[in-house]
T-cell receptor, first 114, second 112 residues
Framework: SQTIHQWPATLVQPVGSPLSLECTVE??????LYWYRQAAGRGLQLLFY??????ISSEVPQNLSASRPQDRQFILSSKKLLLSDSGFYLC?????????????FGSGTQLSVL | QQPVQSPQAVILREGEDAVINCSSS?????VHWYRQKHGEAPVFLMI?????EQKGHEKISASFNEKKQQSSLYLTASQLSYSGTYFC?????????????FGTGTRLQVFP
C-alpha cells in the first residue's frame, strides 16, 4: 500500500534562517507531488507541483522553492524565512494529475517563524 | 478563482443535519470534498465529476450542479466524529493545467 511521510511535524525557526521540509512517498512510482500551505484559518493554497524528477511548477511567487531530486522525494526550501512563511505545510500526491484522482495528504508540518 | 464556501461555521447537536455549499465563478469539471481535523492532514471524502452527480458515503452525501457551478455536501444525523473543517476543491480536467483550488473551509462542530 502507498504511504506518504512528511517531516518534521513541527518547526520553529527565526526570521532569516533557511528551511528544508521533506516529503517521501512509498509504494508507488512516478507520483504527481504537491506542496500546499495553509495559513491559520485559511484554505489550502497550492505552492508547487511536480509531474516528474526535476520538473517543478510554481503557482505563486514567493520566498520558497521546491525540488524533486528522486522520483518519490519532494523538498520544500527557503534560503531566508520571512514571518509570512508561517503556516501549516502539507505535501500531497496523486497517481496521475487528472481530476478524477483524489489527493493523498501527508500529516503536515506546522512552521512558526519568529 | 477560489470557490466560496458557506456557511463559514456550523454548530450542531448530535443527530442534526447540515448542508455545506461550495460555489465557483468559473465552469467546473470536478469537485472534491475533504475533511480536516485540527492539526491533521485533510482526508478525502468524495469526488464528483458530472453535472447532477450525487455521491454518498454512509450518512454524508454530495451533489454537483454543473449549471449553477456549485456543489453541496449533506451531513445527515451528524455524529461527533463529523467535527472538523470541510474543504471543497474545484478544478478542471487536469490538476496540472487547471489547478485544484480549495475553498476557505467550513468549520463544523458537533456537540453531544
Amino acid at each position: 500500500s502507498q504511504t506518504i511521510h512528511q517531516w518534521p511535524a513541527t518547526l520553529v525557526q527565526p526570521v532569516g534562517s533557511p528551511l528544508s521540509l521533506e516529503c517521501t512517498v512509498e509504494g508507488t512510482s512516478n507520483p504527481n507531488l504537491y506542496w500546499y500551505r495553509q495559513a491559520a484559518g485559511r484554505g489550502l493554497q497550492l505552492l508547487f507541483y511536480s509531474v516528474g524528477i526535476g520538473q517543478i511548477s510554481s503557482e505563486v511567487p514567493q520566498n520558497l522553492s521546491a525540488s524533486r531530486p528522486q522520483d518519490r522525494q519532494f523538498i520544500l526550501s527557503s534560503k531566508k524565512l520571512l514571518l509570512s512563511d508561517s503556516g501549516f505545510y502539507l505535501c500531497a500526491w496523486s497517481v496521475t494529475g487528472t481530476a478524477d484522482e483524489k489527493l493523498f495528504f501527508g500529516s503536515g508540518t506546522q512552521l512558526s517563524v519568529l | 478563482q477560489q470557490p466560496v464556501q458557506s456557511p463559514q461555521a456550523v454548530i450542531l447537536r448530535e443527530g442534526e443535519d447540515a448542508v455545506i455549499n461550495c460555489s465557483s465563478s468559473k465552469a467546473l469539471y470536478s469537485v472534491h470534498w475533504y475533511r480536516q481535523k485540527h492539526g491533521e492532514a485533510p482526508v478525502f471524502l468524495m469526488i464528483l465529476l458530472k453535472g447532477g452527480e450525487q455521491k454518498g458515503h454512509e450518512k454524508i452525501s454530495a451533489s454537483f450542479n454543473e449549471k449553477k457551478q456549485q456543489s453541496s455536501l449533506y451531513l445527515t444525523a451528524s455524529q461527533l466524529s463529523y467535527s472538523g473543517t470541510y474543504f471543497c476543491g474545484t478544478g478542471g480536467v487536469s490538476y496540472n493545467t487547471d489547478k485544484l483550488i480549495f475553498g476557505t473551509g467550513t468549520r463544523l462542530q458537533v456537540f453531544p
